[in-house]
């Protein structure tokens, strides 16, 4: 059986229940790591070994890059939580990575996701660049389904 080649990425998507939408350029925190809880143990003939197990689990934030564009949904998202209606804020969705003929190729469900930071561009006239947004999500898990 032939082995298949890693997958490349052109892009993201995200979808929160449609109502936060969006294509992006770079995506990064997709994970999840346990604490190493440390303890010592008696082994054989008494002797004292070092054990590891896992601890508490934690999923990483999800941070997401994109050009600026003239949609507000991430910044409406966002202005719940600021305004304290996390609960309102609170949302399952899917992040879709693309290959380089827009077709899907990995897909992750998120469940209870909601912005805790996001970053307008920096403001620079005198360079000829694309100006970018910077979306960080918090979530209580995913799965890759795909």
């Known amino acids: 059986m032939a082995e298949a ?3 490349v ?27 190493v809880v440390e303890y010592k143990a008696s082994g ?6 070092m054990k590891k197990v896992p601890g508490r689990m934690k999923w990483n934030n999800i941070t ?3 050009g600026i564009t003239d949609a507000m949904d991430m910044w409406q998202w966002r202005k719940q939580v600021e305004e304290g209606k ?3 804020a609170r949302k399952n969705g899917s992040i879709v ?8 190729i990995a ?7 909601w912005p805790n930071k996001l970053t307008g561009p920096s403001a620079n006239a005198t360079n ?3 100006g970018i947004e910077e979306l960080e999500i918090t979530h209580e898990g995913y799965t890759r389904v795909s």
Request: glycine residues 10%; contains cysteine; negative net charge.
């Open 128 to 130: 000829n660049e694309v």
């Open 44 to 49: 054989d003939k008494g002797k004292f070994i």
């Open 107 to 113: 897909r992750w469900d998120f469940v209870q996701a």
């Open 97 to 104: 990575m693309y290959n380089q003929h827009n077709a899907a």
């Open 9 to 35: 990425s052109a892009f993201f998507t995200i979808d929160f229940g449609g109502s936060v939408k969006g294509a992006f350029r770079e995506c990064t925190g997709l994970g999840s790591e346990n604490e």
């Open 86 to 88: 996390v609960d309102d």
């Open 64 to 66: 997401l890059k994109r």
């Open 5 to 7: 080649d890693p997958l």
